[in-house]
């Protein structure tokens, strides 16, 4: 299976920018994709950014320009470069593994998540 942990949240000023850390391990860690979630006070959890085999990222439209993922394999990290950050990016930030199992099965693995607060 694969254990999810975040790292890196905290508070920061309209404009800043911070980096949000997923390690992986287990016995399937190398196999995972993964994905980064968030969810904002009082709202859904929402897709924020995926990264493609390609090593290009896929981002949801309120972070496109501002945030980058980006992954270091061989320590099966994953990184979320936020930059100029809104208020509204306040939300706790998951990471999410997922592994292949069978045809189109998959297997998820959710971290606890890391608050990001941005406030003045």
């Known amino acids: 299976q694969v254990h999810v942990a975040e790292s890196g949240g905290g508070l920061v000023q309209p404009g800043g920018s911070l980096r949000l850390s997923c390690a992986a391990s287990?016995?399937?860690?190398?196999?995972?994709?993964l994905a980064w979630y968030r969810q904002p006070p009082g709202g859904q959890r929402e897709w924020v950014a995926s990264?493609?085999?390609?090593?290009?990222?896929d981002y949801a439209g309120p972070v496109k320009g501002r945030f980058t993922i980006s992954r270091d394999n061989y320590k099966n990290t994953v990184y979320l470069q936020m930059n100029s950050l809104k208020i509204e990016d306040t939300a706790v930030y998951f990471c999410?593994?997922?592994?292949?199992?069978?045809?189109?099965?998959?297997?998820?693995?959710w971290g606890q998540g890391t608050q990001v607060t941005v406030s003045s």
């Open positions: 287990g016995s399937r860690a190398s196999d995972a994709a």
């Open positions: 990264l493609l085999s390609d090593g290009t990222g």
């Open positions: 999410k593994a997922a592994v292949p199992t069978k045809g189109w099965d998959r297997a998820y693995y």
